[in-house]
């Protein structure tokens, strides 16, 4: 769920059986105009099954901007994959500024050397000005 500038926006994933998804979707259409709503209705192939080994990667610095961007950038150009990301700004005990902490759930390809990426995610917090961990999950 998220708030766009007003807009609510809600996705969901619904499983069940074709004809149930049906019935649900036509009642949607129904009650749309009452409720002030629109719904779209999309169906996607089964999702081929995860690749990759998990793990936890997690940045604290202090705010700036592009962080989110430079850090992700760099899970692309490595071909690893972002399951969840999750950001927040907390305020930290004798520093006097707030801190950006973020977490993601990656999924690391199988042939990545996790060694050589640990010391490249460290070079990349070192122009970040940020500290970066990366954990099995």
Known sequence: MVNMRG????????????ETLDRV????????????????FSSAPKAAARQGVPFRLKTYSMDQPGIVHKV??????????????????ESAA????????????ILVPRETNVKTLRRSLEELGDTLNCDIDLDPA
């Open 7 to 18: 807009q609510f926006a809600l996705l969901a994933l619904v499983l069940g059986a074709p």
């Open 25 to 40: 979707k036509a009642r949607l259409r129904e009650s749309a105009a009452a409720l002030g709503l629109t719904f779209e």
């Open 72 to 89: 992700t950038t760099f899970l692309r150009e490595h071909a690893i994959n972002v399951e969840e990301l999750e950001t927040h700004l």
């Open 94 to 105: 004798f520093m006097g500024t707030p801190v950006f902490t973020m977490e993601i759930l």
